[in-house]
């Protein structure tokens, strides 16, 4: 019989072996760039001014516009109006101003009215642009591919749901000028070539929160934050708010090297972001849950937390790389 030494020596060789081999699957199973798929279909837009289909920019070309804002939509025929209203009227009012700006509207295979309501603000604005992606990309997919089809020297993306108030654009507006010295305004040439990443955060709504949640759900979001901090992202403390703002530079490095396309992308973008050592800030800004949310409690938290672990794993092995082609451009 095999004394108690052995078999966890057995046992600790079997962990190691089983180590070794996962590592081995997950490198040759994986791209170290991203394949940016994208349906010929999707470079395409209606104008509906003039009733033709426009190809898309390229997120790699001159800026030419003050700010996109990247809309990512799956099944939000209702969310998404009021959400636009507030986004509209905000952004209008500031054209008076002399900003210039475009809202692009990323329906995600919606099987809804999504993409008829969001025509439907197209044909009223020259402003709005829609993506309809062929098939359900994810969060994550969705918002690349809105960026990769952007004018603006700088993009913001934000969540169809309205949770967030556009009014707090201007606090995230305000902490890019602390970054970089200047605004997309008045010098969007030198912000277009700038790096930054201004990220909304609702941690100041914690206690708020705390008092509304089971404990299951705030076992999850703690335990979520917690893996975070170990495994990828330090110094921002809520990575998920759907309210970033990006220069135009950065979103190109960025989202170039991105590989996840579902809820956890954002942390990738921000681990990426460290990674390259372009300064992200985080700012407060009011939020507000809206019903209908896409999020599962318990199966979305999951599927976070294994991606968590495969976005440090797979660049710990080298499996993934960071693209560094237009880091210095």
Request: hydrophobic content about 40%.
């Amino acid at each position: 019989m095999l004394s108690l030494g052995c078999l966890l020596c057995y046992g600790l060789l079997l962990i190691i072996i089983t180590l070794i081999l996962l590592c081995i699957i997950v490198h040759m199973t994986s791209q170290q760039y991203p394949n940016i798929w994208r349906d010929k279909r999707e470079d395409f837009f209606l104008n509906t001014q003039t009733a033709t289909k426009e190809a898309f920019p390229s997120l790699y070309d001159p800026w030419s516009v003050h700010l996109s804002i990247i809309v990512p939509a799956y099944n939000e025929e209702k969310r998404l109006p009021p959400m636009l209203d507030e986004c509209l009227e905000h952004l209008e009012e500031r054209t008076k101003s002399g900003l210039t700006y475009e809202i692009i509207i990323v329906s995600d295979g919606s099987t809804d009215k999504t993409g008829d309501v969001a025509q439907n603000y197209a044909s009223r604005y020259s402003t709005i642009r829609v993506l309809n992606l062929v098939k359900n990309r994810g969060k994550g997919g969705a918002v690349r591919l809105g960026m990769l089809s952007a004018r603006g020297s700088a993009l913001l993306f934000a969540d169809a749901d309205g949770a967030t108030k556009f009014e707090d654009l201007k606090k995230l507006d305000k902490s890019l000028v602390d970054a970089l010295g200047f605004d997309y305004m008045s010098k969007p040439e030198e912000t277009a070539s700038s790096d930054a990443v201004i990220c909304g955060s609702r941690v100041h709504l914690e206690k708020e929160e705390t008092a509304k949640r089971s404990y299951f759900r705030l076992f999850l979001m703690h335990g979520f934050h917690f893996c975070v901090w170990l495994l990828c992202v330090r110094g921002i403390r809520d990575t998920q708010c759907g309210f970033k703002l990006l220069t135009r530079k950065s979103a190109r490095t960025i989202f170039e090297s991105l590989h996840v396309e579902r809820w956890a992308f954002d942390v990738e973008m921000l681990y990426i972001a460290q990674a390259l050592n372009i300064p992200v800030t985080e700012v407060s800004v009011n939020w507000t849950e809206i019903e209908g949310s896409k999020i599962v409690p318990f199966w979305s938290w999951l599927q976070m937390g294994r991606d968590l672990f495969l976005i440090w794993l797979r660049y710990k092995i080298g499996a993934w790389k960071i693209n560094m082609k237009y880091k210095t451009t």
